[in-house]
């Protein structure tokens, strides 16, 4: 059997993502748990009869592999965290997905990416200027990471699509399911300029529960967010707090003060988010490489994930020990040790008494 099969063994087994880390957690990997016997395959404590009893009737009756050979059919890649093609970008994240579905290609590592998110019910205006966001940043090389939800996820890939550029979208329902159905001839295109993605197995609905999650692969796929048009409680805030954690520059295009339709991004603007006010302010922040939609490789800090957390947080703008350590959320003597390696090592310098910036 090849590594995909264990993992398409338990992933497509509707087991959720936080027993999935205990079991690669306790057994090293999932060839292992895949390999016990009955006896000791019912007693480890993690997944509940139900579970247990659909995974061993799954390797039992080797429906993964039928499910292997629908995939390959219908042109859609499962991916896995091994997968020399999955995305490294989301190797970083602390809740990383362990499948993907994909049809088209993955963002490529190199390539910078925008997220861009707003409401599905925005107005004309709003989506006049995700289109033209979209366009513009696509023209200039960088990919557009979105939802493909109705407003503006959707003309947010249009604008990436007629500026000619790359475009991925993140689904919260199976890879074989368009949702909504009036994006069908989008989802095409998509597919031929860029790609789809999700983590939930062909066939499951779009459930509500299933976009919140499903953000955060968004913002993990994007280099900085970017949110037009929200809500004071809009589901794109969800990918805000997303980026943040992550450590990405979020950005709002502002609204009429009043309006509820922009009440979240004047919020967001108000507690510090970027002002957007045209596509060139995006293009300005990504820099001069933009152009040709290449990003400096993110370096490799193996499991340290505050080591990652740090190094994203620190731009080419000079930012003080006190105000880095505020972001982490971490103690004085968690953060020196960490700022010292990352200068040891090529990637920080120190500029004056306790302030860093990206070299």
Request: glycine share 12%.
């Given at each position: 059997m090849e590594k995909k099969d264990y993992w398409l063994w338990l992933c497509g087994s509707g087991v959720s993502r936080q027993k999935i880390r205990k079991i690669t957690e306790h057994y090293g990997t999932v060839r292992n748990f895949f390999q016990l016997e009955k006896k000791r395959f019912f007693v480890d404590g993690i997944l509940n009869p139900e579970e247990k009893e659909r995974l061993w009737q799954r390797k039992k009756e080797k429906k993964y592999l039928e499910e292997k050979e629908q995939l390959q059919k219908k042109g859609i890649e499962?991916?896995?965290?091994?997968?020399?093609?999955?995305?490294?970008?989301?190797?970083?994240?602390?809740?990383?997905?362990?499948?993907?579905?994909?049809?088209?290609?993955?963002?490529?590592?190199?390539?910078?990416?925008?997220?861009?998110?707003?409401?599905?019910?925005?107005?004309?205006?709003?989506?006049?200027?995700?289109?033209?966001?979209?366009?513009?940043?696509?023209?200039?090389?960088?990919?557009?990471?979105?939802?493909?939800?109705?407003?503006?996820?959707?003309?947010?890939?249009?604008?990436?699509?007629?500026?000619k550029g790359k475009t991925w979208a993140v689904l919260g329902c199976g890879i074989d399911i368009c949702y909504p159905k009036e994006n069908r001839e989008l989802y095409d295109r998509i597919c031929e300029h860029g790609g789809l993605l999700t983590e939930y197995p062909p066939g499951t609905p779009p459930l509500p529960i299933l976009f919140p999650q499903?953000?955060?692969?968004?913002?993990?796929?994007?280099?900085?967010?970017?949110?037009?048009?929200?809500?004071?409680?809009?589901?794109?805030?969800?990918?805000?707090?997303?980026?943040?954690?992550?450590?990405?520059?979020?950005?709002?295009?502002?609204?009429?003060?009043?309006?509820?339709?922009?009440?979240?991004?004047?919020?967001?603007?108000?507690?510090?988010?970027?002002?957007?006010?045209?596509?060139?302010?995006?293009?300005?922040?990504?820099?001069?490489?933009?152009?040709?939609?290449?990003?400096?490789?993110?370096?490799?800090?193996?499991?340290?994930?505050?080591?990652?957390?740090?190094y994203n947080l620190i731009k080419d703008i000079p930012q003080s020990f006190d105000a880095l350590r505020e972001q982490m959320g971490i103690s004085p003597e968690q953060m020196f040790p960490l700022l010292l390696e990352l200068q040891m090592s090529g990637q920080i310098r120190e500029l004056g008494k306790g302030c860093y910036v990206r070299i």
């Open positions: 499962f991916l896995y965290p091994e997968h020399p093609a999955y995305p490294t970008r989301l190797k970083y994240l602390s809740d990383y997905p362990y499948s993907l579905y994909v049809r088209g290609e993955v963002p490529p590592d190199r390539q910078a990416a925008a997220g861009i998110v707003g409401s599905r019910t925005c107005s004309n205006y709003g989506r006049n200027v995700a289109k033209e966001i979209g366009r513009q940043a696509a023209a200039a090389g960088i990919g557009i990471i979105s939802g493909m939800a109705r407003g503006i996820d959707t003309c947010a890939h249009l604008g990436a699509l007629s500026g499903r953000n955060r692969i968004i913002s993990g796929l994007s280099d900085a967010v970017v949110v037009v048009e929200a809500r004071e409680k809009s589901g794109s805030l969800i990918t805000v707090e997303f980026a943040l954690e992550q450590g990405k520059d979020v950005y709002a295009v502002p609204g009429r003060i009043g309006d509820a339709l922009n009440a979240g991004c004047n919020r967001l603007i108000q507690n510090g988010a970027g002002i957007l006010t045209a596509p060139a302010d995006l293009l300005r922040a990504f820099g001069t490489n933009c152009r040709s939609g290449q990003v400096q490789t993110v370096p490799e800090f193996g499991t340290n994930k505050y080591l990652t957390q740090l």
